[in-house]
């Protein structure tokens, strides 16, 4: 049988083993990258939140990680943490600068 000069049918034309070899190994190379990628950011989350705690810690207000006060605490005696002109509380003018 000669194939030189004849076409392949196109429903009998197919990715075969190569092919699958090739997805599975693109899904491979995806999964590991998500899985490195998410315990990087947790990585991130971790020392960032361990920062804030030791920022705190060194200001003298405890704090839960994520920046909120402790549950059960509002903060200091229920002061806005930003008031209307762009100042924390018991920031001056002058510290503001």
Do not use: C, K, W, Y
């Not at 693109?26 to 990628?37: E, K």
């Not at 315990?39 to 994520?66: F, K, N, Q, V, W």
């Not at 762009?86 to 600068?97: K, L």
């Amino acid at each position: 049988m000669n194939l030189a000069g004849q076409t392949p049918e196109p429903s009998t034309v197919t990715p075969g083993i190569e092919g699958f070899l090739t997805f599975a190994a693109l899904a491979v190379i995806v999964i590991v990258l998500v899985l490195i990628m998410s315990r990087h950011l947790r990585r991130i989350d971790a020392r960032a939140a361990r920062e804030e705690a030791e920022r705190a810690a060194e200001a003298g207000s405890p704090t839960e990680p994520g920046g909120t006060p402790p549950t059960g605490s509002s903060g200091p005696a229920g002061a806005d943490p930003v008031d209307g002109a762009g100042t924390a509380p018991g920031e001056s003018e002058r510290e503001q600068r």
